[in-house]
């Protein structure tokens, strides 16, 4: 069955650490993959996408992911994070019309 | 910018009533989901619809239905409220057939009471 799992529930860091969201994807052909950012009370907004091509892709706010395939990740980073940057935050996988969603990793960050 | 408008950001409705959602989009996207959201459960999927009048069940449609009247608009219908569907509702629409972005709307919190 397809699948996105996110294994972290939640994540603390220090604002101006580094940060790495852990997906994992199980599907029968490479599909396209996401990462989606929510904050408090709002819609999901696109942080990066990967199709094809380059496997490390940069995306909005300072973020990137690397897709591995030999290993089903597609880990999302960032090298110093910002207060702001507290949010949910989910990975994607679509092959057609419907997107598979992790459940979710909830990051916070201390001052 | 591609705008996902959901009609209602809050809502509270009493168990039994007919709850309408409405979603507009204004991209000409062919694609348009709803979905629902729960702590520690992430993103369901309730139904979608890839054109005008059509629909596909997706994983959780049951005490739900849809409409699609028209390219922009789709509409969640919960035929009999109760209090197991009070949560987050998503709406999305993308444009294509292979996994395009998705575009959200801001949500609405739906409580049955």
């Known amino acids: 069955a397809q699948s996105v799992t996110q294994p972290d529930i939640h994540i603390t860091v220090s604002e101006g650490a580094s940060l790495e969201l852990r997906c994992n994807y199980s599907y029968g052909a490479t599909p396209y993959l996401f990462w989606y950012v929510q904050s408090p009370g709002q819609g999901l907004q696109l942080l990066l996408k990967?199709?094809?091509?380059?496997?490390l892709v940069q995306g909005i706010k300072g973020f990137e992911a690397e897709f591995k395939r030999s290993q089903s990740s597609f880990n999302l980073r960032k090298p110093s994070v910002h207060w702001s940057d507290a949010a949910e935050y989910f990975c994607a996988a679509s092959g057609t019309y419907k997107y598979i969603f992790g459940t979710g990793t909830r990051l916070k960050v201390l001052a | 910018d591609v705008k996902v408008t959901q009609s209602s950001r809050y809502l509270v409705k009493r168990t039994g009533e007919k709850v309408f959602l409405e979603c507009v989009q204004d991209m000409d996207h062919e694609n348009m989901f709803w979905y629902r959201q729960d702590p520690g459960l992430g993103l369901r999927l309730i139904y979608f619809?890839?054109?005008?009048?059509?629909?596909e069940k997706g994983d959780i449609p049951e005490g739900y239905s849809v409409s699609r009247e028209k390219k922009e608009r789709f509409s969640l219908i919960l035929e009999s409220a109760s209090t197991n569907q009070t949560s987050m509702y998503l709406c999305?629409?993308?444009?294509?057939?292979?996994?395009?972005?998705?575009?959200f709307g801001q949500g609405t919190r739906l409580t049955v009471v």
């Open positions: 619809s890839y054109d005008v009048k059509m629909k």
């Open positions: 990967y199709f094809s091509g380059d496997t």
């Open positions: 999305a629409s993308s444009f294509g057939t292979a996994g395009g972005e998705a575009f």
